[in-house]
């Protein structure tokens, strides 16, 4: 490199990634609080937090979430680490938390075992509103020798009451049964037939389908092929006796709880190993990446991995989008500015500033103390900037009396108080 080219690579700016994204307050906060319900919510369910690695040996990926996916195909994030191992970074956690669930023999623990998780998930997709490339899923798995049908329905009243405590607007549960390894491959049959009879009204990627995932043309989001899916048979007709047994309990067990749902027949998996209760949650002020949160029983997928039979059944959130939805919705809190601006002049007055901050803060409050001594004038200006709601004035006076100068920034009011004076009448507020 010449040394004009190596001067001007040394100014280059840096920005994030294609696809990722700084999240930056006051808008954290934000997540703060979505995190924070989702731990409190989840922990009255009985459910406990696992963090697994966000990379993985990329064969845990391939043989859980399928080889032959867009996901694993074309969208992780993979690299030779130096002992010649391929890892990939997680584009998703469930086949992590099963491979937890085995490495940690946790079959031994009562059962199920329950358990969620919050964290980034990589996938190399076309960015777009909703879509990144690093996004964040607040997810949980039911791991056990159960697949009564309410614990589907428990999962889901779940994420229902974290919704609702959030105040997501216009949340939607849809819902489907795609059955099982008896009852599915026999529909998917029935299905390619039926198809392959209508496939001159279908589009090329429909056409395509129909050999290589016929379930995958329900998905159509393409007009001209509304009125042709309409007419294809629906699984719900063509479960086997113990699944549609199973899908009418889920029901059932929904309706006891008061969750609303709708079903929706259309609503298919591509992977092979889930099965039975499927379901998807859109909700309001996303366009068209307006999913939530998607879930589904998964049994056999512990054993695919080399694990005890067990069975299963989990939920990915989508935190990005629910987030974008309660911004959208108006549900975002107003930025928190500072409780108290410390504005003190002089040396003794600094100790006593000093010593305030640390009561306050002791006492939860949000002080700025400023690190070097300023004009009372520009400190009340740098406090309001702050959106502080109240300055504390410390001056020679101030410090020689024990009776401080409270301003109430908002109509620029003044009181005299002690320190406990002013501790009880914040807390007041
Ligand atoms: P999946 O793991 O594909 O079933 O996705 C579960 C949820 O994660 C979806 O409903 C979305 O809300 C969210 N999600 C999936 N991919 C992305 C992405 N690239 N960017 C943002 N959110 C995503």
């Not at 920005?15 to 930056?24: N, S, V």
């Not at 029935?190 to 198809?195: K, P, T, V």
Request: net charge neutral; proline share 5%.
């Amino acid at each position: 490199m010449s040394e004009g080219a190596a001067k001007k690579e040394d100014r280059r700016k840096f920005q994030a990634i294609k696809g990722t994204r700084d999240l930056l307050p006051p808008e954290t906060a934000l997540w703060n609080r979505v995190e924070q319900t989702a731990h409190a919510v989840f922990a009255t369910f009985g459910f406990g937090e696992i963090r697994v690695p966000i990379f993985e040996p990329t064969e845990l990926f391939a043989r859980a979430v399928g080889g032959d996916t867009d996901i694993v195909s074309k969208e992780m994030y993979t690299f030779e680490d130096r002992d010649e191992t391929t890892v990939s970074l997680r584009p998703e956690a469930t086949a992590s938390v099963c491979r937890a669930y085995i490495e940690h023999g946790m079959q031994a623990l009562p059962q199920p075992v329950k358990l969620y998780y919050i964290g980034p998930m990589f996938r190399r997709e076309r960015p777009q509103k909703g879509r990144y490339r690093q996004f964040y899923q607040i997810g949980a798995e039911v791991l056990g020798g159960s697949d009564a049908p309410a614990i589907d329905a428990e999962v889901i009243e779940m994420v229902m009451t974290f919704f609702d405590r959030l105040e997501l607007q216009g949340a939607q549960l849809d819902l489907n049964s795609i059955g099982c390894r008896e009852c599915r491959p026999k529909y998917v049959e029935l299905l390619r037939a039926e198809l392959l009879k209508v496939k001159d009204k279908l589009g090329p990627d429909s056409q395509r389908r129909i050999e290589t995932n016929p379930l995958r043309v329900l998905d159509s989001k393409l007009d001209s092929e509304q009125g042709t899916i309409a007419t294809l048979p629906r699984i719900a007709d063509h479960l086997c006796e113990d699944c549609a047994k199973h899908y009418a309990e889920v029901k059932h067990q929904l309706q006891l709880r008061g969750v609303m749902y709708r079903e929706n027949w259309r609503l298919v998996r591509g992977l092979d190993y889930y099965m039975r209760t499927t379901f998807e949650i859109t909700a309001e002020g996303l366009g068209s990446q307006n999913a939530v949160c998607g879930g589904g029983r998964y049994d056999g997928l512990v054993e695919l991995l080399s694990g005890p039979p067990t069975k299963g059944i989990g939920f990915a959130i989508g935190e990005d989008r629910l987030i974008l939805s309660l911004q959208e919705s108006g549900k975002a809190p107003a930025p928190q500015g500072r409780d108290v601006y410390i504005a003190w002049m002089g040396e003794r007055a600094h100790a006593t500033a000093v010593r305030a901050a640390k009561d306050l803060r002791k006492a939860g409050f949000s002080v700025e103390l400023p690190p070097v001594e300023q004009k009372f004038g520009k400190a009340i200006g740098q406090a309001d900037k702050l959106g502080a709601r109240f300055a504390l004035i410390l001056g020679d006076n101030e410090v020689a009396s024990g009776e401080w100068t409270l301003k109430t920034l908002a109509d620029g009011s003044q009181q005299r108080v002690t320190e406990p004076q002013l501790l009880d009448f914040l807390r007041k507020l």
